[in-house]
């Protein structure tokens, strides 16, 4: 198994651009859930998903979108990049044959200028 | 908010054990105690949850209070490859809700 992956895993973006980060997981879980870490801090929740077609909102949500489509991918949108966006993004995944301990991918390094 | 609280910072000697407590004071009959580590800059790795009863595993044990309101992790001996920030958070295993990590506690296992 793959696990959890992420791509890419550097990016920079102009202020406005909008972008896409993927997410993956080859599990068969069915929660999966998207983090953001900025500096010294800990990890935010900014969407989650409790299965294909349902998604929810986190801690900060604001000027992300997120769909699931199918159980192995859960994409992550930035609508219109502001520079508050650069931070660290973790994709993460659980499921109950696993007692939901969340597997994490590597991350995604995102600056915005 | 954070439904934990860690201490910020820990050293550890090398070899000895490290014992991480956590307060989890408004913990609810049905929320387990999870704890994570993360190392450097990569994602979170599970390490160990429990609901009451002491646990162990080959990474860790956990002690949980009688009340649940506080628990430590204990990492038996400690090596450099330990030097992580350990996070305790608190989530119902029977289904996912909004889970909210805190800054956790960065240890330090010195040489």
């Known amino acids: 198994n793959a696990g959890v992956t992420q791509t890419p895993k550097f990016q920079v973006l102009k202020t406005g651009q909008s972008m896409t980060l993927q997410c993956a997981q080859d599990m068969n879980h069915e929660y999966m859930s998207w983090y953001r870490q900025d500096p010294g801090m800990g990890l935010r929740l900014i969407h989650y998903s409790v299965g294909a077609g349902i998604t929810d909102q986190g801690e900060v949500p604001n000027g992300y979108n997120v769909s699931r489509s199918t159980t192995e991918d859960f994409p992550l949108r930035l609508l219109s990049a502001a520079p508050s966006q650069t931070s660290v993004y973790f994709c993460?995944?659980?499921?109950?044959?696993?007692?939901?301990?969340?597997?994490f991918g590597p991350g995604t390094r995102l600056t915005v200028t | 908010d954070a439904k934990t609280t860690q201490p910020p910072s820990m050293d550890c000697a090398e070899g000895r054990a490290a014992n991480l407590p956590c307060n989890h004071s408004t913990i609810s009959g049905n929320e387990y105690v999870y704890w994570y580590r993360q190392i450097h800059s990569q994602g979170p790795q599970y390490i160990i949850h429990g609901l009451k009863n002491n646990e162990t595993n080959e990474m860790a044990s956990l002690i949980i209070t009688e009340d649940r309101k506080s628990s430590t992790l204990i990492l038996p001996h400690a090596t450099l490859r330990d030097t992580a920030v350990y996070y305790c958070?608190?989530?119902?295993?029977?289904?996912?809700?909004?889970?909210?990590f805190g800054t956790g506690t960065k240890l330090q296992v010195i040489p």
């Open positions: 993460a995944s659980a499921g109950e044959g696993s007692n939901y301990e969340q597997y």
């Open positions: 958070i608190v989530q119902y295993s029977g289904g996912y809700q909004k889970v909210t």
